[in-house]
């Protein structure tokens, strides 16, 4: 069956746009139902030829890993591999699902949900980019035994937000293994948890950390306005029923990650990359949280492709999802022009 990519704009908010209605008419509405209209999108995705994935970590017999369940999503066809990785507080069912139907023509996609985000489990402590790059490849490996194919060590990333800078370390340290790395509004380069501050207070929140990681409807809102540039209403049932399933079991680690950040802000931010592999940066023009003057210095600093999309904030992929398909289906793989 193929995906009609016109249908995308709906397609992208069909996730939400069911929450809505469901917890509209059913304010009371359990986890249980929760999780059966989640079930009703995996089991969309089955029908596009998208399948769930789940492992533990004795499938990976020679090593010893801190994650206890890996999760994610596979259209395997014996196509190029390309990863993606969501932003934080995302998982791959609510970043992607809207899109990897569509990508599948073109693509073997992956999407794989981080430590401490979506259905993965994980005993770890460390809560460092490094060691979410390490789960990153951790999963690819247990694909390559799940399916019995060595092609899934060879692919194409393409990471989001504090997803691009787990792939940026992922793709510095397995240079062999990564073909090519799209950074997707992510601050790999100057970091700055004071401007993220200054725009949570800007929303009339404390800091970046209760924007990010919201226990109100109004801190919620305004990460809201801080992702998207048409902000995102939602009513106040709604609202809190999302925060009290897809915010507060993951909050405690999430902070620490936060945490992390801040603490290495300085040697995040200086470090310099020695990418082997052909790198292109995708933006939103209208990027509050991370603004596109960084999409300009990273092009500057490594040389990269660059394509920014107009009229859309933090997360093209929900918000301009058709032209957001149609670059990574005919650009990503294209040679990165000689002259900016």
């Known amino acids: 069956m193929e995906i009609d990519v016109q249908n ?7 996730f939400f746009l069911l929450l809505f209605l469901l917890l509209w008419y059913r304010p009371h509405f359990s986890w249980g139902q929760i999780q059966k209209m989640e079930r009703a999108q995996k089991a969309w995705l089955k029908s596009q ?24 999503f596979v259209s395997y066809r014996g196509k190029p591999k390309l990863l993606l990785v969501h932003g934080f ?11 990897m139907p569509a990508l599948k023509r073109r693509y073997d996609v992956i999407a794989v949900d981080l430590r401490y985000h979506g259905e993965t489990i994980s005993d770890s402590t460390d809560f460092s980019v490094e060691t979410q790059a390490e789960h990153v490849m951790e999963f690819m490996e247990a694909l390559t035994l799940f399916y019995r194919d060595s092609s899934f060590l060879s692919f194409h990333i393409l990471g989001h937000s504090y997803g691009g800078i787990v792939s940026g370390i992922l793709a510095e340290r397995y240079p062999q293994r990564i073909q090519s790395l799209t950074l997707y509004d992510s601050p790999i380069i100057h970091y700055s948890s004071e401007k993220s501050d200054s725009l949570a207070r800007h ?20 990460r809201y306005k801080a992702l998207l540039t048409h902000s995102f209403w939602a009513p106040r049932k709604m609202s809190e029923k999302f925060i009290e399933i897809y915010v507060i079991p993951y909050r405690s680690h999430q902070l620490r990650l936060i945490d992390y950040l801040r603490q290495n802000e300085s040697r995040l931010g200086e470090h310099t990359y020695s990418w082997k592999m052909p790198v292109k940066v995708i933006w939103g023009s209208d990027d509050r949280l991370v603004p596109v003057e960084v999409a300009f210095e990273i092009q500057k600093l490594y040389k990269t492709g660059l394509k920014v999309f107009r009229g859309c904030g ?3 992929n929900i918000e301009k999802p058709r032209q957001f398909v149609r670059w990574v289906k005919h650009d990503l793989l294209s040679p990165i022009p000689k002259k900016f």
């Open 49 to 72: 030829e998208v399948e769930e994935v789940y492992f533990n970590s004795n499938l990976l017999r020679n090593q010893k890993s801190d994650t206890r369940q890996f999760h994610g």
């Open 314 to 316: 933090h997360s093209a």
């Open 8 to 14: 995308l704009s709906f397609r992208s908010m069909r």
């Open 89 to 99: 507080s995302a998982s791959a069912l609510m970043q992607y699902s809207n899109i």
């Open 203 to 222: 929303l009339g929140v404390k800091d970046a950390n209760e924007m990010l990681c919201p226990l109100t409807v109004h801190d919620l809102h305004a």
